[in-house]
């Protein structure tokens, strides 16, 4: 297994507040895009970070060696549709409750 801290970049500092019609669907489709992946066993966690800089999403990772995290989260709708990015960090191991 692989493990990873991965950080979603949102397009702008103040995109939660500003988004679009469009963007705010996007986000949607991004919560139910990570929902998927903590019930599939290969997120231990997700949430959003309030940073007075700009706010962004952490993810955790536990992925099989043969995946790609780029290749994964770059399934993201919000990464394919252009509103933001990943930054990922590869961890030694991960240890979680349960």
Not at 35 to 61: E, W
Not at 71 to 88: L, R
Request: aromatic letters at 10%; proline letters at 7%; hydrophobic letters at 35%.
């Amino acid at each position: 297994m692989k493990y990873y801290l991965c950080k979603y970049i949102p397009p702008r500092a103040d995109f939660l507040a500003t988004m679009s019609a469009a963007e705010k669907q996007w986000m949607k489709q991004h919560g139910a895009f990570l929902d998927d992946l903590l019930a599939k066993g290969q997120i231990v966690a997700h949430g959003p970070v309030t940073d007075p800089r700009g706010g962004y999403g952490v993810s955790l990772y536990q992925i099989p060696d043969d995946l790609d995290i780029e290749a994964v989260t770059s399934e993201d709708p919000v990464v394919k549709n252009g509103a933001g990015h990943y930054e990922h960090y590869p961890m030694m191991h991960l240890k979680a409750r349960g």
